[in-house]
């Protein structure tokens, strides 16, 4: 397994703008920036079905067949759940050599709208279970194949797809470049916020795709823990519980007998206050007026079928102040076969300091913990809000004009999100004034989704031959 290279390409303290933009472009000795149009899997690749069977023996067995299921109803919602294949595959790709903190996820529908701690809308990335740190390339190729998987599902030709994956990449390519030029404080203090967004819809879109994101907006505002609270509780014996909904959402109460509940939930009690002595100490407080009244287990995403997921209810002033947390399981990414485990000993950790570093602003709770679990084995888990305006884009509503523009914001959002960590002088300097890595995407992009419809049906076929279990749920 090929782990980090001994030769990447870092900022050095002190080195001058020039300095560090020599460094980039000397890089393209190493790898050209054509080169990157090619994806050729060797005879030696790896069963993509065995990746996907290694990571299902460490999940909870009776969920993994609804993730087969979801993994099989498109090629799209196949490769969401598909990143540690892709990591494989990227593994023996051309490199740079040159580091930024990776989302290790980036497919297009892990970019959407966020509330910032000041209550202001931000469009930003929001899944971090694989981040860590690597070639900015991997991050980049994972979002340009996502779009062309997307346009193939909504009938766009080829030159259309080619079109959005060349404006995508062009998006990240020339916010770098700005960013290069910027004072490291102003890099740290950019994000996309709704004003911003408004001003590129009324730039790129029509009408009706002005409207739709206006709705979406609007949306994503009404997404707190109260609507969570009316859509996912109800009142028993006097008491407000967590309503069942199996096996999607499970009362802790369904899960276990009486007597190993207990000792659950005490153990989940002191989770929560563990968990808040890694948030700081303002928001410390505010936990702590909050009392835990009951917990579920969850079934969350496409990937992350069959992870362990705990939401928490918790009560504040009274029976209408309500907190959901979610305590998601944190196993090591699917990066760190390829690249080396990273610096931290707790998953949870690495996710959520990958997340601060990457994200344009985080979570007020967002924070991590190691919690002893039902079958008494000790885990990782990084806790968040469960619902905080989120919104996300519904790809098959998009037209290749909206496809276009939300590629253009999600390379803008990557670019910001690698400056605040990877040498952007260097990787602007790489990247230059020209097209060549723009249009090295277009056919990489395009030969990595025939790859992933291939490996979707192998799943399917697999499935239908009973060699695989899957089990076909309603998504909510």
């Not at 005879?43 to 299902?56: G, M």
């Not at 959005?164 to 030029?181: L, N, P």
């Not at 609507?227 to 519980?241: A, H, M, N, P, S």
């Not at 998009?398 to 590629?407: C, D, E, N, Q, R």
Request: net charge positive.
């Amino acid at each position: 397994m090929a782990q980090e290279s001994t030769t990447a390409i870092r900022a050095v303290p002190g080195a001058t703008p020039e300095e560090r933009a020599a460094l980039g472009r000397a890089a393209r000795r190493r790898a050209p920036r054509s080169s990157h149009a090619e994806f050729r899997p060797g005879k030696n690749r790896p069963d993509p079905l065995k990746i996907l069977q290694a990571q299902s023996a460490t999940r909870v067995p009776e969920l993994v067949p609804i993730r087969y299921a979801r993994m099989t109803e498109s090629p799209f919602r196949f490769y969401r759940g598909a990143a540690a294949i892709m990591a494989s595959d990227l593994a023996g790709s051309p490199d740079s050599g040159i580091r930024a903190q990776l989302c290790g996820d980036a497919h297009l529908l892990n970019f959407r709208l966020l509330a910032s701690p000041e209550r202001q809308l931000l469009f930003d990335i929001n899944d971090f279970d694989e981040t860590l740190p690597g070639p900015w390339e991997w991050d980049v190729k994972r979002l340009a194949a996502s779009l062309v998987i997307a346009g193939r599902a909504n009938d766009f030709d080829d030159g259309v797809r080619a079109g959005i994956v060349r404006a995508t990449v062009r998006a990240y390519r020339e916010s770098m470049r700005r960013f290069a030029g910027m004072r490291n404080l102003d890099v740290w203090y950019s994000r996309m916020d709704a004003d911003r967004l408004r001003t590129l819809a009324t730039e790129h879109l029509r009408k009706r795709g002005r409207k739709a994101l206006d709705r979406s907006m609007a949306k994503a505002r009404t997404r707190d823990s109260l609507q969570v609270f009316d859509k996912l509780t109800r009142v028993i014996d006097g008491e407000v519980r967590i309503a069942p909904d199996p096996p999607l959402l499970v009362p802790i109460d369904e899960l276990l007998p009486e007597i190993e509940r207990a000792a659950l939930e005490q153990e989940f009690h002191g989770m929560i206050e563990r968990y808040g002595r890694t948030l700081a100490s303002d928001r410390r407080t505010l936990l702590a007026d909050y009392r835990l009244v009951d917990v579920a287990r969850k079934v969350v995403g496409v990937g992350s079928v069959g992870t362990r997921c705990w939401i928490f209810l918790l009560l504040g002033r009274d029976g209408r102040d309500p907190l959901f947390l979610q305590a998601k399981e944190a196993d090591q990414s699917v990066l760190a076969a390829h690249l080396g485990a990273g610096e931290y000993d707790n998953q949870g950790e690495r996710v959520v300091s990958g997340q601060r570093l990457m994200q344009a602003a985080s979570d007020i709770f967002l924070g991590w913990e190691r919690a002893l679990g039902i079958d008494g084995k000790r885990r990782d888990f990084y806790v968040r809000q469960l619902r905080d305006w989120k919104g996300i884009v519904v790809a098959e509503d998009l037209l290749p004009a909206g496809m276009k523009a939300f590629g253009e914001i999600c390379g803008f959002t990557l670019a910001r999100a690698h400056a605040r960590s990877g040498d952007r002088i260097a990787i602007a300097a790489y990247l230059g004034n020209g097209d060549a890595f723009d249009r090295a995407l277009v056919p990489f992009a395009e030969a990595y989704a025939d790859r992933n419809e291939r490996d979707h049906r192998a799943l399917v076929d697999a499935v239908r031959a009973g060699r695989l279990p899957a089990q076909e749920l309603p998504e909510h």
